[in-house]
């Protein structure tokens, strides 16, 4: 049965996101009978996260792109979560199966949480782009409407936003000139564009608790996870330091040797 570390390791290099919370200590893997079956379950697990990978870089895009493809956004975002959600019930699974110290256990839960949090990621540059382009919208408006001649408040845009009275903005105006027609026309479009994101945003808001939720409920156990990988290196680091001076020490005293075989009666 071959060690499972290096496929671990370079997948996770590939990753997009940091992942230090996929290392696996290599000692633990040397010590525990890993059997076929798990192999296999390691390759699945694997399989599956690359996939899920795949789809967030596809949702990322689509952020970059607001505006244009982002009526996908909701549809694939639930589709990842619904993925993630079965992701997590094969992870609690085999923790009752082969218990919590398990390195199966340890390797695909650390899957699990490091794409989790990629995906929350994700979720959160999408809300931050909403947000501004929502923004965006509310600063066109305000501007349009000052050269048709009439101030607005930001304030009064919240209110006609949440009880979607804009003929208070129009029914008053009266474009007189080319340029007045052009501001209406703005403001009919930036209307138009704040009613969609203000649907988009709510058709995402409940995924995005989801997220929040589930990310809050795995701090501790990300704590813990980097926790163990910092001691995992801590370790290494002394055990390497420790090492490289006794090789140094034995370099300095070739003496030491040569005189323990001039007389072996000494080492008795």
Not at 32 to 49: R, S, T
Not at 201 to 211: C, K, S
Not at 212 to 228: D, M, P, R, S, W
Request: contains cysteine; glycine residues 6%.
């Amino acid at each position: 049965m071959k060690d499972r570390l290096g496929d671990l390791r370079v997948f996770t290099k590939d990753s997009e996101e940091d992942d230090f919370y996929s290392n696996v200590d290599e000692k633990e893997l040397d010590h525990q009978a890993v059997v076929f079956d798990e192999e296999c379950i390691i390759d699945q697990v694997f399989k599956e996260v690359q996939s899920i990978r795949q789809d967030i870089a596809l949702l990322r895009m689509d952020v970059e792109r607001l505006g244009v493809q982002n009526t996908r956004f909701l549809t694939s975002g639930e589709s990842i979560y619904g993925r993630l959600q079965e992701l997590e019930k094969q992870s609690k699974g085999l923790e009752e199966k082969h218990g919590g110290s398990s390195a199966l256990v340890r390797i695909v839960h650390s899957q699990y949480v490091s794409v989790t949090r990629a995906f929350h990621n994700v979720m959160t540059q999408y809300n931050r782009a909403e947000m501004a382009q929502r923004e965006f919208c509310k600063t066109r408006i305000q501007r349009q409407v000052s050269i048709m001649g009439r101030q607005v408040s930001g304030n009064q845009i919240e209110e006609m936003i949440e009880t979607g009275k804009w003929n208070v903005f129009t029914e008053n105006l009266v474009p007189d000139g080319r340029s007045s027609r052009l501001a209406l026309a703005e403001i009919e479009k930036r209307h138009k564009e704040l009613l969609d994101l203000e649907g988009r945003i709510q058709e995402i808001h409940d995924l995005f608790l989801q997220m929040a939720l589930l990310v809050e409920e795995q701090g501790c156990i990300l704590e813990n996870i980097e926790a163990n990988v910092c001691s995992t290196q801590n370790h290494l680091g002394k055990a390497r330091t420790q090492f490289k001076k006794a090789v140094k020490c034995k370099r300095k005293n070739p003496c030491k040797k040569m005189f323990c075989c001039c007389f072996p009666s000494l080492n008795r």
